[in-house]
Nanobody
Framework: QVQLVESGGGLVQPGGSLRLSCAIS????????MAWYRQAAAKQRERVAL???????TYHDSAKGRFTISRDNAKNTMYLQMNSLSPSDTAVYYC?????????WGLGTQVTVSS
């Protein structure tokens, strides 16, 4: 079973940047995708960005041009570089692993954008 641990969240001013990391442990499958989701207070969880095992990427419209998802398979880590942050980006950010055989979620990391 894949286990995920997020890190890198915190408090940042509007216009600032953060890089989130998702450490992956356990046995992964050859064909999979990983994604970042976020959930703001009193809102539904939404997918922010996705990256497949082949490297294809997709982004939520609100993240395009500001966020970059990447993965380093040698380090078993996925990243989310977030630039030009605004208060509307405030949420708990979760990473997700999905394959045909298993689904795993991390426990989340809080990102707060405030002056």
């Amino acid at each position: 079973q894949v286990q995920l641990v997020e890190s890198g969240g915190g408090l940042v001013q509007p216009g600032g940047s953060l890089r989130l990391s998702c450490a992956i442990s356990g046995s992964t499958d050859s064909f999979n995708y990983m994604a970042w989701y976020r959930q703001a207070a009193a809102k539904q969880r939404e997918r922010v960005a996705l990256i497949t095992s082949s490297g294809s990427r997709t982004y939520h419209d609100s993240a395009k041009g500001r966020f970059t998802i990447s993965r380093d398979n040698a380090k078993n880590t996925m990243y989310l570089q977030m630039n030009s942050l605004s208060p509307s980006d405030t949420a708990v950010y979760y990473c997700k692993y999905q394959s045909a055989l298993q689904t795993s979620w991390g426990l989340g990391t809080q990102v707060t954008v405030s002056s």
